[in-house]
């Protein structure tokens, strides 16, 4: 059984900065990619950023240039570091871990950017 467990998300005033971090534990299987997705109340969940365990990145539009997606293999741990920060950014970010036709989720962390 995998879980994923997520941290660090919060109130934040736009402008400002986050680190969410999310840790992967179970069975898993080495070559996999993590990601982070949100979703925005009313709307669909979206990704955000994703990294694979060769460490290809990919961001989303809205985020490049101001978020960072890294990972500890060592650790299944992947972090989203989340500078400049706008009230479009908020939502509940959710960690996937995904190989093959295995496709995990966490249970979410809130992200709110104020104005």
């Known amino acids: 059984q995998v879980q994923l467990v997520e941290s660090g998300g919060g109130l934040v005033q736009a402008g400002g900065s986050l680190r969410l971090s999310c840790a992967a534990s179970?069975?898993?299987?080495?070559?996999?990619?993590m990601g982070w997705y949100r979703q925005a109340p009313g709307k669909q969940r979206e990704l955000v950023a994703s990294?694979?365990?060769?460490?290809?990145?990919m961001y989303a539009d809205p985020v490049k240039g101001r978020f960072t997606i890294s990972r500890a293999n060592a650790k299944n741990t992947v972090e989203l570091q989340m500078n400049v920060l706008q009230p479009e950014d908020t939502g509940v970010y959710y960690c996937?871990?995904?190989?093959?036709?295995?496709?995990?989720w966490g249970k979410g962390t809130l992200v709110t950017v104020s104005s």
């Open positions: 179970g069975s898993i299987f080495s070559i996999n990619r």
């Open positions: 990294i694979t365990s060769g460490d290809m990145t």
């Open positions: 996937n871990l995904a190989w093959g036709r295995w496709d995990y």
